[in-house]
């Protein structure tokens, strides 16, 4: 058996998410159809992080394995035609019977995208997230920086959340602003569920100065997410990494690669 690892992008609004469901068109559904196709046998795809209905992706890395050998080119050629215009294959690589997509990954990178303007845009709709309200995203990143470090971050988790415990390690959290465009750029080794989202809404707070920048600490070491903000829109978050160890040489996509940078 080869065991091959893509990279997928996809603009989430059409989907219910990336995982296969039962009820709803999915990403993973749509991509493991293609494979099979391509490779003329059923094909079972793993992720390296499950994304919600509305959420984007430039950079998800997946793996299968398949008994037909393709080249490179033809995985990534050949299943983009049986896609979606909304989803791709950015490329392909051969890897170790022991890569797995998420389990190898040692972070994971999401952008968040705040369209800051009083007038929405009609082409972005369903791509960012508006905010007509004048943030001060200085402040925003101010108060983000107490989330660095491993902490317990329940009350950054959606009450959904099937995680056995709330303790994650975000590694790096920067907010900035290009123009209308606020980014929220966040890496932590692993996220709960809407922890990005939960994080983004709660800084948008801070940015209205509706709270004060020691806010996001209190909540921090409050550990009740009924304290913290409302979940930010699905439409401005991006998975934008996974990351690896460097001797595995899966490919990163810069930021700058991201829309609006």
């Known amino acids: 058996m080869n065991k091959i690892a893509l990279c997928v992008e996809y603009i989430g609004t059409n989907y219910c998410g990336w995982q296969r469901q039962s009820h709803c068109d999915s990403v993973q559904a749509q991509v493991e159809k293609a494979l099979s196709s391509i490779a003329a046998h ?7 992080g499950r994304t919600d209905t509305g959420v984007h992706s430039v950079g998800q890395i997946v793996h299968f394995e398949t008994s037909v050998s393709r080249p490179n080119k033809a995985w990534v050629q050949g299943v983009n035609t049986q896609l979606p215009d909304d989803v791709r294959i950015r490329w ?6 022991d ?35 004048k943030l001060d995203e200085s402040l925003m990143n101010a108060a983000a920086q107490s989330l660095i470090g491993e902490n317990d971050f329940s009350s950054f988790r959606a009450s959904a959340c099937q995680a056995s415990h709330a303790m994650r390690e975000v590694q790096s959290i920067k907010v900035s602003r290009k123009g209308d465009f606020i980014f929220i750029d966040i890496q932590a080794n692993a996220f709960l569920h809407h922890m990005v989202r939960n994080i983004a809404g709660t800084l948008v707070e801070v940015g209205k100065k509706h709270q004060s920048v020691n806010w996001v600490a209190d909540l921090l070491l409050a550990k009740d997410r009924t304290l913290a903000a409302a ?3 699905a439409s401005g978050l991006y998975f934008v990494n996974a990351i690896y160890p ?16």
Do not use: M
């Open 42 to 48: 059923p094909v079972d795809v793993h992720c390296a």
């Open 92 to 97: 392909a690589k051969e890897v170790e019977d």
């Open 99 to 133: 890569f797995h997509a998420r389990f190898s990954a040692v972070a994971r990178q999401y952008r968040y995208v705040i369209y800051n303007r009083e007038v929405h845009s009609a082409v972005l709709n369903g791509r960012v997230t508006w905010e007509p309200y």
């Open 231 to 233: 979940t930010a829109p």
């Open 246 to 261: 460097q001797e595995l040489q899966i490919p990163q996509v810069a930021l700058d690669e991201v829309l609006w940078q």
